[in-house]
């Protein structure tokens, strides 16, 4: 699996990718295959704050409901509307089509709490298989 370099990644499987304050979050790779087939997506609303760690987005699939948690805090500043009528770009392109929510960065020093792509690598290696 792929997990490109210049992201930063959660235990819970979401990427966050920082460009100054600004960030776009989504779900990663390993966390689509697990899903499955992606049929729905509740998004943050515009304006809504964010806390680490806790729930920003529910995606549902053919299997069940998942909770998809924040990377970082922060003010949600853009939703990807394109997934209210084709939820299943975040299977076909998680990394580029399948972004879930932009936010506004509260605090940079959460950003050190974060998993490089070689660590989350290693913590996917780990994982018990299904």
């Known amino acids: 699996m792929d997990f490109p370099e ?22 990663t790779e390993y966390a689509q295959k697990e899903i499955s087939d992606v049929v729905f997506v509740e998004l943050p609303k515009l304006g809504q704050v964010v806390q680490q760690a806790k729930t920003a987005a ?6 069940a409901a998942f909770d998809i948690y924040a990377p970082v805090s922060g003010k949600v500043t853009d939703a990807n509307k394109a997934l209210e009528s084709n939820p299943g770009l975040i299977n ?13 960065v509260s605090s940079a ?20 298989k299904h």
């Open 109 to 128: 020093a959460e950003l050190n709490s974060l998993l490089t792509a070689a660590q989350y690598n290693d913590a996917v290696q780990q994982a018990p």
């Open 6 to 27: 210049k992201l930063r990644y959660t235990k819970t499987h979401e990427w966050i990718s920082v460009q100054g304050i600004k960030a776009k979050v989504g779900v």
């Open 58 to 63: 529910v995606v549902e699939s053919v299997k």
């Open 92 to 104: 076909q392109s998680p990394y580029v089509d399948g972004w879930l929510f932009e936010l506004e």
